[in-house]
């Protein structure tokens, strides 16, 4: 009998929010040791707690008015979410449109330029004028690239992290930072990193890709997890050509000169956030094009469906690997980037973590919506500076990965195509799921390809 | 190439003279290896997906064991029938913490998708999530630091062979472990519920047509290489402590023995992981030790590239 009860609609979303809730006094709890490994759970749910700063109770209660809440948000929900959002898109319909003509879109992406010139004297405050490179648009650089891979090609990589070290240690090697002799014999600025670390990352792209782009999705995932830790490995272990496992700490700023132009840029966040905006805006703008042109089209193909795309005449491997070089461009920048800001590098920071964080970026704004992808790594990067900069009680930096951990699955479930999906992608995932729902009992993935 | 020659030479005296000792060290690593390399290959069975989340069902398995040695385990190191007892409990607790991890993973991040019948990539990253969730949070709640586990036995020399020590800690694991893969064989292989996994593993919609409960056969799946797992886990932790991120390399290497066997083919993964562990310590002879995991993402790249079916070939259900 009671079995049947909790087997009831409401009582399971009950249930559910129960442990949703639970999980959630435990994450922003206080940490345990492994001194101490009952102190994190304990702490979790048996210590006094301010409610909101209204008055002070025991977390438990906290936890219990906040899971009823929730459960009655989720009733509501449930019983009158579908009228509100119809009427909702409703309203939302006009601006829609008048959103896709294409000068409303130029003019808003130039509205947001500006914006985004005058930002780091918007915010004078030395950290978030420090955290605007090293935090954001060093993220969005990346982000975008690997969306190219994810997103638009459809391809999961795990190892993007590697072209991102290949772009800084480019940069320390053609520098003279490294023990490695510099290119020509004698060090060159920073700046003329960017060649060398694009054709260097384009050609391990290549290289990377070319026999290993052949694999089912699951298998080419695995395989650039592995390439990414090599690199790692070999970073931190071949001392006399990259400088073992404490790196380099001489990598000098870069300095721009060209004929009687010359500009160095120094210690001062604000010019490497202008250099970092430049290289966002031209990825930007090349991505776009690339996605709308020919080359778009194909991996929009091979993505939705491979056999079909090859049967009209696609070569698939020539465009992943294609994907694959493209995406690491901008990776390899954001290494140049990085390198020459922070002027020392450490095989420490290249890492699966690494990877992981850039995908997450890419998947809360929306696989192959590039608007999306943008928004998605501001708003995770903003939160993860505020976090570092004035980190709550109990909270520890590697806790954002338990954060981090809990957003993928959430998006999964809820909202897989991202908070400001592309069209298209959108309509891929519904027509799949739909496709495949005639079969009441079909567990298996679709495609095996 | 004189030199090379002469490295070659010295480095061939090395190994013939240490293979004996290299590969017994092989086979134990191995041996754990295929523990692992069978959650993979099970899963893979009935839901043609890796499980990115098997490295923290490992974890679970080395954090259980821990706390049951550091509750049962003294000031002094235990003997006999203390010891024995120990690592029973161990291996009990090992192993229902690595199927309820599992159990944890399939009903968060992968039923909801399967209800919704989402695509392939989808999958692999709610597991990532899940996998990221699990380690991450054993960080928080037990630190971030590496930690021993107290030893229940004296790890003395059992016997040798060609002059090669085996261990208490090598015959620990090859015990427990020929026994938990012969108790699989038979599960898979003999039992009801066996045929309901192999059923599904073959073609899961016919299997519903014939009665078989393919959600609880799933779930079941999970829990049997979860427990694999987790054990492995706890015999792992045994010697090499345990921390927070320690389901990772591991897990890599077992995804690697899963394929070098043939991905949903359990025989084949036995043969996988241990093929793998000898193979990578033999390799210490040649190769610097930092250099060791190179080795395994090389033969997992190269598997992948020249016979992705494996060694046994993919046997998705026809037989164990």
Redesign the interface.
Known sequence: MIRTFLQRAPMRRLLIVLGVVAVVE??TGP?????Y?TS??TGSYAEAASFFGLFRTQRWVEFLALALVAWGIVEFWTRYGATIRSRGSLALAGPRQVSAKRPVRVGFALVLLVFGILLPHIVNNAFWQSALVTYVAIYVLLAIGLNVV?GFA?L?D?GYVAFYAIGAYTTAWVTGALPTPPPFGHALDAFWAIPFAVVFVVIAGVLLGA??L??R???L???T???G??IT??A??LYGITGGSTGTKQIPHPVFHVGPIKYTWGLAPVPYYYLALGSVVLFLIIFSLLQRSRVGRAWTAIREDEVAAESLGINPLKFKVMAFAVGAASAGFAGVITASADNFLFPSSFT?TFS?NI?VLV?LGG?GSISGVVVGAIIIQVVQAYLNHTPPAGY?Q??L??Y??????T???FR?AGLIPSRQRRRE?TL??KS??G?P????????V | MGSFGHYLATHFDTLKSEFWFLFVGGVANGLLYAMVAVGYTLVYGVLRLINFAHSEIFMSGGFAGYFVLRAMVGATVPTGFMSVLIIVLGIAAAGTAGAAAATLVERVAYRPLRRRRAPQLAYLISAIGASYFLFNLAGKEFGHLSVGDPQPYINHTVFTIFGAPVLMYDLIILVVSVVMFLALDWLVGRTRLGRGIRSVAQDAETASLMGVNIDRTIAITFIVGGALGGVAGFLYGLNIGVVYNMGFIPALKAFTAAVLGGIGNLRGAVVGGLLLGIVENLCVVFVQAAYIDVVAFGILVLVLLVRPTGILGERLGRTA
Request: no cysteine; proline share 7%.
């Open positions: 435990l994450i940490p345990g040791s492994n001194q490994p994190g759970f994810v459809g999961l795990l026999p290993t052949r694999l999705g699951d298998y995932a695995i395989v997890l592995g390439f830790e090599i490995i070999f931190n272990n699966l992981i995908l998947i696989m520890q590697p806790d990965y338990i981090v951990g809990a957003l993928l699955i998006m999964m479930i897989p995932i799949y799921e495949h729902e079969h009992d079909e567990v298996l993935l679709g495609d095996d």
